[in-house]
């Protein structure tokens, strides 16, 4: 069980991996591979555990390991007068916490790894881990204090929580500017949490669920262990747009530390589309939504992404309702506000930066002196809860609240009245709970949060119970009512379509947001009410959390169906995910089939397989031709360029080499060797289309800044490989419909290829290039035994599909040598693949090598 596999902790606290030799004695070690035992303290790639399918061990209880900054535990030092030792029980309003029970005690044990809120002494931190472990099924990580203050005060409130909310740090008072150490003091810190977890971690069975921005990395610390771990991330703040996000130095590595999950979770759309935007920009990474499920392609792996805001815990805060002291509270707050006959406007803020009280102040403020009848009658009561972060712009919030608040009271206030309460000291929830009750409308305007329940609490609060009723002086058969008034730019605005919504910048747009909420009619906010309490009664925490964990199972069902690689370094490492018969062609072993065999067929694409797409020069390197010329000298070969490329541009590009064959546009055209002519696969085109589309391709060039025209014989391609990504990929798409509506009627195709749409004769591919060659050896009567075709989009599909059909045929030898082979990992019909153009040019150089031992001289 747990505690078996649990170790003494206490040396993990340097951060320091501790050695295997001492582990294996603590840790059982976990079986990944048959007969391979996974080495869990190294963090060398090359020791990463290469998963296979067959590993796959039969799971019984899923087990759930979660993991956060901090646990959601209270820690309390003894107070029996020795002071020695400490005593400890759950946080009851930690989201941790409600989250395990809202999955329920049947479905899943949950273990949580992360720190305490009181630093514990060296010397106390065993006895420690063995009570939180045993009693609460928790995992302590214990941080040296410097080094904490490093990670979280530094790294993760200075430099992260500043720029994810949208604060540039254009100077050294403004945000936080990015600093080696504190990021070096953040890997270390979430690498001491993948050191903990590896504590009890089955890696085959278990599931493990990482919280927030403060471990961001740790994915990649995990995945290099164990390749198929299964992995989930939640993002609890919001995620900035590309343009702001771009600005922070490590911006890759956190981007491909994410990718290292299996499923990335967000509070709204607008957040995951500005993390896909920056996985685009930046890693050239595209994504597609597949039956609902929106889905990146990350190395051969399908990292998922998640949309869903997170809930409230409704037993918790139905529970807390019907206190006795929740009821004393409303009935001595209803005889303080609306026994003055006043209305109570509500706030309930963190007197932090992005909040925006001291707007809200303003607001009211404009609120009392537009509508004079107002004064003496609204009260708007904030509660200000103290700052999670430090620094000296909380203290000029908190001055700037100070003054405000003491400026509409001197100048709106009346004896027995003030129009501002500003409630600083700590409520306990209850009474929170009560204001929430007595309260007509709640304010929720921050400038930028990454979602914020208090809306939530509040709708619920307003539901209330039997008791309350009575006190509020209402029939049980009266319907709820409630208003809420929320900014735009709060993660749980969307989910709220009955709250009036405001831009919390426009004091006057907010000010009539207040004085809508308070004239409108009853009618109107109870059926407002009973929109939003369906919604939150039924998306609570408990649903989120099993909705979070059906997703991240139903992803990680394609390990099993996978086989997995380590490759990188550091936090560039990643995971290579590849079907079973998927395998990298290893040059060795190709070498050594070219120099047995006699009768050999090569074909190359070029674009993306010989010349990189990145390229500006596209014309081929004397170094290439050289390659070439020497494997077409060997009167055992037939090599061919297959192209989407112009005949002219081919014939001009490859002229010094005389033996070798050529296919253009995509196989339409044709020439055997340098002194041929050239030949059609496909009976001559009617390119009278070409009057329809030119028109539209140049439109869509107009309007997209970097797009061209390419104009062939056969057919007219539109590029937007230099453009914007996003733009060009939203006009390809325009440009698709399009073309394919206005040319339904004409014997043409559409397609869309990587970063271009292509309009072509039907019938076309490269598939007849190969028909094409075997037909040459078949009249030649030869029996190819060694056939070599790599290509690098979808178009080369139809050669490998033609290659591969014909094994066994008149033409193609049953025991051939054959290699179909795509560049990079992604699903595809050839058997193999190489990792990039620099290696397809080695791996041709080799086999021109062996050419000139074998060349006669």
Request: with cysteine; hydrophobic share 35%; glycine share 6%.
């Amino acid at each position: 069980m747990v505690s078996r596999s649990y170790s003494n902790l206490l040396e993990l606290a340097s951060g320091d991996s501790p050695s295997f030799a001492r582990m294996s004695r603590r840790i059982p070690r976990i079986m990944t591979v048959p007969g391979i035992m996974a080495d869990a303290g190294d963090d060398d790639p090359s020791e990463s555990v290469c998963s296979d399918p067959s590993s796959s061990s039969a799971a019984q209880r899923d087990r759930i390991i979660i993991v956060a900054n901090q646990l959601p535990i209270r820690a309390q030092r003894r107070t029996d007068g020795s002071g020695k030792g400490w005593t400890f029980s759950w946080d009851e309003n930690a989201l941790l916490l409600q989250l395990k029970d809202g999955l329920g005690d049947d479905d899943a044990e949950v273990i949580y790894v992360g720190c305490l809120k009181e630093e514990i002494h060296p010397s106390e931190q065993d006895e420690v881990s063995q009570i939180l472990l045993e009693t609460f099924r928790c995992v302590p990580t214990f941080l040296p204090s410097e080094l904490f203050s490093r990670y979280y005060h530094g790294f993760c409130k200075q430099q992260l929580w500043p720029l994810f909310h949208y604060m540039l740090p254009l100077s050294p008072d403004l945000g936080g500017r990015f600093n080696r150490s504190l990021w070096q003091a953040y890997v270390s810190v979430n690498k001491i949490f993948a050191d903990r977890i590896m504590e009890v971690i089955n890696p085959e069975d278990d599931f493990v669920w990482i919280h927030d921005y403060h471990l961001m990395v740790l994915p990649t610390f995990l995945r290099r262990r164990f390749n198929r771990v299964k992995l989930g991330f939640f993002l609890h703040s919001p995620f900035p747009s590309s343009e702001i996000y771009k600005t922070l130095p490590i911006r890759e590595e956190l981007l491909r530390a994410l990718l290292n999950s299996d499923l990335i979770g967000f509070h709204t759309f607008d957040y995951a589309r500005h993390f896909l935007s920056c996985c685009s920009r930046m890693l050239g990474l595209t994504y597609e939504s597949k039956r609902g499920f929106i889905g990146l392609e990350y190395y051969g792996r399908t990292v998922s992404i998640k949309i869903l805001p997170v809930g409230i815990h409704m037993g918790q805060l139905e529970s807390i309702l019907s206190l006795p002291e929740t009821e004393t509270k409303v009935a001595e707050l209803i005889k303080q506000y609306c026994g003055q006959d006043r209305t109570m406007l509500l706030g309930v803020d963190d007197m932090d930066i992005f909040k925006g009280i001291s707007l809200k102040l303003l607001a009211m403020e404009q609120l009392l002196t537009q509508h004079p009848d107002c004064q003496g009658k609204v009260v708007l009561v904030q509660i200000a809860n103290p700052a999670r972060s430090q620094g000296k712009d909380v203290k000029e919030v908190q001055n700037e609240t100070y003054s405000t608040v003491k400026r509409i009271n001197d100048t709106f206030g009346q004896p027995g009245y003030n129009p501002v309460v500003l409630i600083e000291e700590p409520l306990k929830f209850y009474e929170r709970i009560a204001y929430y009750v007595v309260a007509e409308t709640c304010l929720v305007t921050a400038v930028r949060d990454g979602m914020n329940l208090i809306p939530y609490e509040y709708v619920i609060s307003r539901q209330g119970n039997e008791k309350l009723d009575n006190l509020l002086g209402l029939e049980p058969s009266t319907l709820k009512k409630s208003m809420l008034v929320v900014s735009e730019f709060i993660g749980c605005s969307p989910s709220l379509s009955g709250a009036i919504r405001v831009n919390p910048w426009n004091i006057d747009a907010v000010a009539d947001a207040m004085d809508c909420a308070l004239r409108m009619s009853d009618s109107e906010k109870q059926l407002r009410h009973e929109k939003h309490y369906k919604y939150v009664s039924t998306h609570h925490v408990g649903y989120w959390a099993r909705s979070f964990l059906q997703d991240l199972e139903r992803t990680c069902r394609e390990h099993a169906r996978r086989r997995s690689y380590g490759i990188g370094f550091g936090l560039s490492f990643r995971v290579v995910a590849l079907d079973p018969n998927f395998r990298k062609l290893a040059l060795d072993y190709i070498v050594s089939a070219y120099r047995r065999t006699t009768t050999r067929a090569i074909l190359l694409d070029y674009d993306g397989t010989l010349m990189p797409q990145a390229s500006i020069d596209k014309s081929p390197t004397s170094k290439s031709i050289e390659i070439l010329n020497i494997l077409c000298r060997d009167e055992n070969n037939m090599v061919f360029i297959v192209s989407g490329r112009s005949k002219n541009t081919l014939a001009e590009w490859f002229s010094p080499c005389k033996n070798l064959g050529i296919a253009a546009e995509h196989g339409y055209f044709l020439r055997m060797d340098r002194d041929a002519e050239w030949e059609t696969c496909v009976p001559v085109a009617d390119c009278s289309w070409k009057q329809i589309v030119d028109p539209v391709m140049n439109l869509y060039t107009e309007t997209t800044d970097g797009s061209t025209i390419e104009n062939k014989e056969t057919s007219l391609r539109w590029s937007y490989e230099d453009a914007d990504p996003d733009f060009g990929s939203c006009q390809a798409k325009e440009l698709l419909d399009h073309l394919e509506s206005v040319l339904a009627n004409e014997p043409v195709i559409v397609k869309r290829s990587q970063s271009a749409v292509e309009v072509k004769p039907q019938g076309v591919s490269k598939g007849l290039v190969a028909k094409r060659m075997l037909s040459e050896m078949q009249e030649k009567g030869m029996t190819l035994d060694f056939v070599m075709c790599i290509g690098d989009d979808r178009s080369d599909e139809d050669m490998f599909e033609v290659i591969t059909s014909s094994v066994g045929s008149s033409c193609i030898s049953p025991n051939a040598e054959v290699f179909a082979c795509t560049v990079g990992q992604k699903p595809s019909k050839a058997k193999y693949y190489l990792d990039d153009t620099a290696e397809i040019v080695r791996l041709m150089q080799g086999l021109a090598s062996v050419s000139q031992e074998l060349i006669p001289v």
